[in-house]
Structure formats: structure tokens, C-alpha cells
């Protein structure tokens, strides 16, 4: 019996040691909870609203300095807090009733102060403005001690097989043609990136 057991546990932790060399478990793991704990403890929002999901920045989140969160961790937070936000508004819900997909495109960070270690945050995610096949969110650091904007977040979220203006006006119960204007970072952006096409397109 206890030979049986062994070897079960040998198996089992073999199994476990494979997935994380060749997965990233935790990642997975983590949109698991994210999502779960939010159709448990969060109310649905409406798409016009503004989500918001918490995190600490732990000793797996530190820079080779060791004192404040590293740059990469900073995007790959914005994976959660982007997944809680389509969940809870429904939008989920339209892209897979729809048959299509949902991609990131870009991003843009601005960093304006750090994170330190131990610090507790929270992330919020909203919509600013879409067009016929584009979603663009944007999404802000906040740390609870000082309520102070640590990142703010930029996004362009394209779409494959989806009517977005179609799907926003069911969403928020407006006519297909409403939609918000542009904030104007988000106008400088647009016009940087298609200025950035145009210079490679010309390379290629």
C-alpha cells in the first residue's frame, strides 16, 4: 500500500513539474480565480461602466533591483484585468455567441511612478471608444495607500468576425451609430501608429 502510494505521488508531482516547466501554470491558474471570484463576489456591470480587479506586487513581481515591480508584470496584470472586464459586462458572452475572436493589437504604457514591493493596487478597465472593428480600453494602476494613477494603459483590441458598433449598441442601449468620442491621447495615439504603418509599409 504505502509502494502504491509513492508511486501515485511520484506521478503526480512528475505531471505537476511538466506542466510548469512547459506551461506557464500560474497564468492559467490565475484567470481561472480572476474570473471566478468575480462571478462570485462581483456584480455584472454594464459595458459603460468601470471594472476593477486588486493585486499586491510580491517578490515575484521585482525588478533586478529588487525594490518595485518590473515592466513585464505590469502588462501581464492587464491580461487579468482585461479578462474580469469582458466577463462582467457581458461582453464575453457576445463575442462567442457571435463566433469571433478578440485580439490585441497594441498597447501603450506610460509609467509615472513605481510600485513597490508589498504595495496593494487595483486596476481599472474601461471602454473609451470603439469603431467598426476595433475596441480601444483603457486601464490605470491605482495604489490604495495614496489613491495615485501609478500606469495608465492604453489598448486597441481588434476583432475578427464581429460587428463591434452592432454589439455596443446592444450592450449599451444606444442607437449603432453612438458612439463616444476619442479622448485626445488616444487621437495622438491613433495617429502615431498610422504614421508608423505607413513608415513600414514603405520598408517592406
Known sequence: MADHCLLCYSIFTTIVAFFYIFLDVNYFLR?????GWGRLFDKRRKIDETTEIYGICTSQDLDIFFSHMNNARYVRELDFARFHFYDRTGLYNEITQSKGH????????????TIPLWTVYKITTKIVTWDEKTLFIEQQFITLNDGFIRAVVLSKQSTIGLDVPKIMA??????????????AELEDWLKYMEKSSQRLRKQE
Request: a positive charge; glycine letters at 4%; charged letters at 20%.
Open 102 to 113: 478578440i485580439l490585441q493589437t497594441a498597447s501603450n504604457i506610460r509609467y509615472r511612478r
Open 31 to 35: 484567470i481561472v480565480f480572476t474570473i
Open 170 to 183: 446592444k450592450l449599451t442601449g444606444q442607437d449603432v451609430s453612438f458612439r463616444p468620442a476619442p479622448v
